[in-house]
């Protein structure tokens, strides 16, 4: 039996990434070492770890995210994340592998892009923007070219 989806992740500065994903999880890390973290999360089930490496930013890492129940929940994530000083791109209403969806996203300080989303009802298209244009399709907005977060400055 599975017990939580495990996802792993490079960054460059273990504080600034604590910060992020403190705020963008909602709870404390169960594990930090002077280069590795660890988020074990109940709901939703995830084993999240950070691990300090160096790494090309143009990997094979798309996006990441969470499915949620319904538009109410992409919202009040949305808002929380806001309350939390992250930096949040919405799309609503938007049309992604062959899906109508609503949806939130926000940028960890490594560019990792992060969508919390509901799927409204399917498509017969895969995506909302010109269908010769597939790199369109479930990839996320453009990072912001600094990835800087009022709230992820050093408190020490």
């Known amino acids: 039996m599975i017990k939580r989806m495990h996802v792993a992740v490079n960054c460059s500065n273990l504080q600034k990434s604590l910060d992020f994903y403190r705020a963008f999880f909602g709870t404390e890390p169960s594990k930090i070492k002077d280069n590795y973290a660890k ?9 999240f770890s950070l691990n300090v490496r160096s790494f090309d930013k143009n990997g094979v890492l798309n996006h990441l995210g969470f499915q949620v129940n319904d538009t ?16 949040l791109i919405d799309e609503m209403n938007t049309t992604c592998c062959y899906a109508v969806q609503d949806k939130v996203w926000v940028y960890d300080p490594d560019g990792n892009a992060w969508e919390i989303f509901y799927t409204k009802e399917d498509s017969e298209f895969e995506s909302a923007g010109d269908a010769r244009d597939l790199s369109l399709c479930c990839a996320p907005p453009s990072a912001p070219q600094t ?9 020490a």
């Not at 988020?39 to 084993?47: G, I, S, Y």
């Open 147 to 155: 990835i800087e977060f009022a709230s992820f400055k050093n408190k």
């Open 72 to 87: 109410e929940e992409v919202l009040a994530i949305g808002e929380r994340l806001r309350q939390s000083g992250l930096l």
């Open 39 to 47: 988020f074990e999360l109940d709901e939703p089930a995830l084993h």
